[in-house]
T-cell receptor, first 112, second 114 residues
Framework: GNSVTQMEGPVTLSEEAFLTINCTYT??????LFWYVQYPGEGLQLLLK?????DKGSNKGFEATYRKETTSFHLEKGSVQVSDSAVYFC???????????FGRGTQLTVWP | GAGVSQSPRYKVTKRGQDVALRCDPI?????LYWYRQALGQGPEFLTD????????KSGLPNDRFSAERPEGSISTLTIQRTEQRDSAMYRC????????????FGPGTRLLVL
Protein backbone atom coordinates (compact mmCIF):
# COMPACT_ATOMS: atom_id res chain seq x y z
CA GLY A 1 0.00 0.00 0.00
CA ASN A 2 0.86 3.68 0.12
CA SER A 3 2.31 5.39 3.15
CA VAL A 4 4.64 8.20 4.18
CA THR A 5 7.04 8.24 7.11
CA GLN A 6 8.21 11.66 8.13
CA MET A 7 10.89 12.77 10.52
CA GLU A 8 9.37 13.60 13.86
CA GLY A 9 9.73 17.05 15.31
CA PRO A 10 9.80 19.50 16.62
CA VAL A 11 12.84 20.94 14.89
CA THR A 12 14.34 24.11 16.33
CA LEU A 13 17.01 26.03 14.42
CA SER A 14 18.74 29.36 14.50
CA GLU A 15 18.30 31.72 11.59
CA GLU A 16 20.57 30.91 8.62
CA ALA A 17 21.04 27.29 9.72
CA PHE A 18 20.73 24.38 7.27
CA LEU A 19 17.47 22.46 7.32
CA THR A 20 16.74 18.84 6.46
CA ILE A 21 13.42 17.17 7.11
CA ASN A 22 13.46 13.49 6.19
CA CYS A 23 10.63 11.81 4.35
CA THR A 24 10.47 8.24 3.08
CA TYR A 25 7.60 6.53 1.36
CA THR A 26 6.08 3.22 0.36
CA UNK A 27 4.07 3.18 -2.81
CA UNK A 28 2.59 1.06 -5.53
CA UNK A 29 2.95 2.32 -9.05
CA UNK A 30 4.48 5.67 -9.90
CA UNK A 31 3.35 8.30 -7.41
CA UNK A 32 3.93 12.03 -7.29
CA LEU A 33 5.51 13.46 -4.16
CA PHE A 34 4.67 16.73 -2.45
CA TRP A 35 5.68 18.97 0.41
CA TYR A 36 2.89 21.06 1.91
CA VAL A 37 3.38 23.78 4.51
CA GLN A 38 1.02 25.15 7.11
CA TYR A 39 1.90 28.56 8.50
CA PRO A 40 0.40 29.55 11.86
CA GLY A 41 -3.30 30.27 11.54
CA GLU A 42 -3.42 29.34 7.85
CA GLY A 43 -4.43 26.37 5.72
CA LEU A 44 -2.21 23.91 3.88
CA GLN A 45 -0.25 25.32 0.95
CA LEU A 46 1.76 23.46 -1.64
CA LEU A 47 5.46 24.18 -1.17
CA LEU A 48 6.91 22.00 -3.95
CA LYS A 49 6.35 18.78 -5.82
CA UNK A 50 8.04 16.20 -8.05
CA UNK A 51 6.19 13.89 -10.41
CA UNK A 52 8.81 11.30 -11.35
CA UNK A 53 12.06 9.78 -10.19
CA UNK A 54 15.09 12.11 -10.11
CA ASP A 55 12.91 15.21 -10.45
CA LYS A 56 13.83 18.05 -8.12
CA GLY A 57 11.10 20.30 -6.80
CA SER A 58 12.06 23.74 -5.58
CA ASN A 59 10.38 26.86 -4.22
CA LYS A 60 11.29 29.71 -1.85
CA GLY A 61 14.78 28.28 -1.38
CA PHE A 62 13.48 24.84 -0.43
CA GLU A 63 14.39 21.78 -2.48
CA ALA A 64 13.53 18.09 -2.52
CA THR A 65 14.63 15.36 -4.93
CA TYR A 66 12.49 12.33 -5.75
CA ARG A 67 14.81 9.36 -5.05
CA LYS A 68 13.28 6.11 -6.18
CA GLU A 69 16.30 4.01 -5.15
CA THR A 70 16.01 5.15 -1.53
CA THR A 71 12.25 5.86 -1.65
CA SER A 72 12.90 9.28 -0.19
CA PHE A 73 11.89 12.91 -0.72
CA HIS A 74 13.86 14.85 1.88
CA LEU A 75 13.20 18.58 2.23
CA GLU A 76 16.24 20.88 2.43
CA LYS A 77 16.96 24.56 2.72
CA GLY A 78 20.40 26.06 2.94
CA SER A 79 19.58 29.02 5.17
CA VAL A 80 16.32 29.16 7.10
CA GLN A 81 14.56 32.35 8.15
CA VAL A 82 12.26 33.12 11.04
CA SER A 83 9.42 33.32 8.53
CA ASP A 84 9.94 29.64 7.66
CA SER A 85 8.54 28.64 11.04
CA ALA A 86 5.62 26.37 10.20
CA VAL A 87 4.49 22.76 10.06
CA TYR A 88 5.75 20.83 7.03
CA PHE A 89 3.93 17.80 5.61
CA CYS A 90 5.32 15.29 3.16
CA UNK A 91 2.64 13.71 0.96
CA UNK A 92 2.31 11.05 -1.71
CA UNK A 93 -0.19 10.99 -4.53
CA UNK A 94 -1.27 7.54 -5.65
CA UNK A 95 -0.64 6.71 -9.26
CA UNK A 96 -4.26 6.02 -10.12
CA UNK A 97 -6.16 7.83 -7.43
CA UNK A 98 -6.14 11.52 -6.65
CA UNK A 99 -6.13 11.15 -2.89
CA UNK A 100 -3.02 12.17 -0.95
CA UNK A 101 -1.29 10.20 1.77
CA PHE A 102 0.30 12.51 4.33
CA GLY A 103 3.04 12.13 6.86
CA ARG A 104 2.33 13.31 10.39
CA GLY A 105 4.03 16.66 9.92
CA THR A 106 7.17 18.28 11.31
CA GLN A 107 6.99 21.48 13.34
CA LEU A 108 9.84 23.84 12.49
CA THR A 109 10.70 26.78 14.70
CA VAL A 110 13.41 29.21 13.64
CA TRP A 111 14.84 31.60 16.21
CA PRO A 112 16.48 34.93 15.29
CA GLY B 1 -9.47 34.45 -7.85
CA ALA B 2 -11.16 33.04 -4.81
CA GLY B 3 -9.68 29.97 -3.21
CA VAL B 4 -11.39 27.06 -1.53
CA SER B 5 -13.69 28.19 1.23
CA GLN B 6 -15.09 26.22 4.12
CA SER B 7 -17.79 27.00 6.64
CA PRO B 8 -18.13 27.22 9.46
CA ARG B 9 -14.52 27.81 10.46
CA TYR B 10 -15.25 26.63 13.99
CA LYS B 11 -18.06 24.44 15.23
CA VAL B 12 -18.75 23.45 18.81
CA THR B 13 -21.51 20.93 19.30
CA LYS B 14 -22.80 18.56 21.91
CA ARG B 15 -22.42 14.85 21.67
CA GLY B 16 -25.31 13.30 19.78
CA GLN B 17 -26.02 16.30 17.58
CA ASP B 18 -25.69 16.25 13.80
CA VAL B 19 -23.31 18.66 12.05
CA ALA B 20 -22.94 19.71 8.43
CA LEU B 21 -19.64 21.04 7.14
CA ARG B 22 -19.56 22.92 3.88
CA CYS B 23 -16.88 23.18 1.22
CA ASP B 24 -16.97 25.57 -1.73
CA PRO B 25 -14.19 24.60 -4.15
CA ILE B 26 -12.39 26.81 -6.62
CA UNK B 27 -14.75 27.61 -9.47
CA UNK B 28 -14.57 25.04 -12.24
CA UNK B 29 -12.57 22.51 -10.27
CA UNK B 30 -13.65 19.00 -11.11
CA UNK B 31 -12.40 17.02 -8.14
CA LEU B 32 -13.06 17.63 -4.47
CA TYR B 33 -11.50 15.86 -1.50
CA TRP B 34 -12.33 15.67 2.19
CA TYR B 35 -9.68 14.96 4.83
CA ARG B 36 -9.71 14.77 8.60
CA GLN B 37 -6.73 15.88 10.67
CA ALA B 38 -6.33 15.00 14.32
CA LEU B 39 -4.11 17.14 16.51
CA GLY B 40 -0.45 16.40 15.86
CA GLN B 41 -1.19 14.22 12.85
CA GLY B 42 -1.29 14.63 9.11
CA PRO B 43 -4.54 14.86 7.17
CA GLU B 44 -6.25 11.53 6.48
CA PHE B 45 -8.43 10.97 3.44
CA LEU B 46 -12.16 10.61 3.96
CA THR B 47 -13.81 10.72 0.53
CA ASP B 48 -13.68 12.39 -2.85
CA UNK B 49 -15.81 13.45 -5.80
CA UNK B 50 -15.41 13.90 -9.54
CA UNK B 51 -18.11 16.39 -10.44
CA UNK B 52 -21.12 15.11 -8.50
CA UNK B 53 -20.05 11.46 -8.43
CA UNK B 54 -18.58 10.15 -5.22
CA UNK B 55 -15.49 8.18 -6.20
CA UNK B 56 -13.96 6.68 -3.10
CA LYS B 57 -15.54 6.65 0.33
CA SER B 58 -13.25 4.08 1.85
CA GLY B 59 -11.85 6.63 4.29
CA LEU B 60 -15.16 7.41 5.96
CA PRO B 61 -14.77 5.94 9.45
CA ASN B 62 -18.33 4.63 9.85
CA ASP B 63 -21.86 5.10 8.59
CA ARG B 64 -22.41 8.24 10.68
CA PHE B 65 -20.28 10.07 8.12
CA SER B 66 -21.65 10.93 4.70
CA ALA B 67 -20.89 13.43 1.97
CA GLU B 68 -22.57 14.79 -1.11
CA ARG B 69 -21.88 17.14 -3.97
CA PRO B 70 -25.24 17.25 -5.74
CA GLU B 71 -24.47 19.83 -8.44
CA GLY B 72 -20.78 19.14 -8.84
CA SER B 73 -19.71 22.25 -6.98
CA ILE B 74 -20.38 22.79 -3.27
CA SER B 75 -19.99 19.74 -1.07
CA THR B 76 -21.36 18.95 2.37
CA LEU B 77 -19.86 16.52 4.85
CA THR B 78 -22.42 15.43 7.40
CA ILE B 79 -21.68 13.74 10.70
CA GLN B 80 -24.68 12.27 12.45
CA ARG B 81 -24.90 11.63 16.19
CA THR B 82 -21.52 13.20 16.83
CA GLU B 83 -19.12 11.67 19.32
CA GLN B 84 -16.19 13.22 21.14
CA ARG B 85 -13.77 11.23 18.99
CA ASP B 86 -15.07 13.13 15.93
CA SER B 87 -13.35 16.28 17.21
CA ALA B 88 -10.73 17.25 14.63
CA MET B 89 -9.90 19.66 11.81
CA TYR B 90 -11.85 18.81 8.67
CA ARG B 91 -10.13 19.90 5.48
CA CYS B 92 -11.41 20.21 1.95
CA UNK B 93 -9.33 20.42 -1.21
CA UNK B 94 -10.04 20.73 -4.91
CA UNK B 95 -8.19 20.17 -8.18
CA UNK B 96 -8.86 21.34 -11.74
CA UNK B 97 -8.98 17.79 -13.11
CA UNK B 98 -8.41 14.29 -11.88
CA UNK B 99 -5.30 12.35 -10.95
CA UNK B 100 -2.05 13.54 -9.43
CA UNK B 101 -2.58 17.24 -9.56
CA UNK B 102 -1.82 19.82 -6.95
CA UNK B 103 -4.61 19.95 -4.40
CA UNK B 104 -5.69 23.40 -3.21
CA PHE B 105 -6.82 23.36 0.38
CA GLY B 106 -9.35 25.44 2.21
CA PRO B 107 -8.77 26.86 5.71
CA GLY B 108 -10.50 23.92 7.39
CA THR B 109 -13.32 23.57 9.88
CA ARG B 110 -12.32 22.95 13.49
CA LEU B 111 -14.97 20.70 15.07
CA LEU B 112 -15.19 20.27 18.81
CA VAL B 113 -17.68 17.79 20.22
CA LEU B 114 -18.38 18.25 23.91
Amino acid sequence: GNSVTQMEGPVTLSEEAFLTINCTYTATGYPSLFWYVQYPGEGLQLLLKATKADDKGSNKGFEATYRKETTSFHLEKGSVQVSDSAVYFCALGGSTLGRLYFGRGTQLTVWP
Amino acid sequence: GAGVSQSPRYKVTKRGQDVALRCDPISGHVSLYWYRQALGQGPEFLTDFNYEAQQDKSGLPNDRFSAERPEGSISTLTIQRTEQRDSAMYRCASTPGTGQETQYFGPGTRLLVL
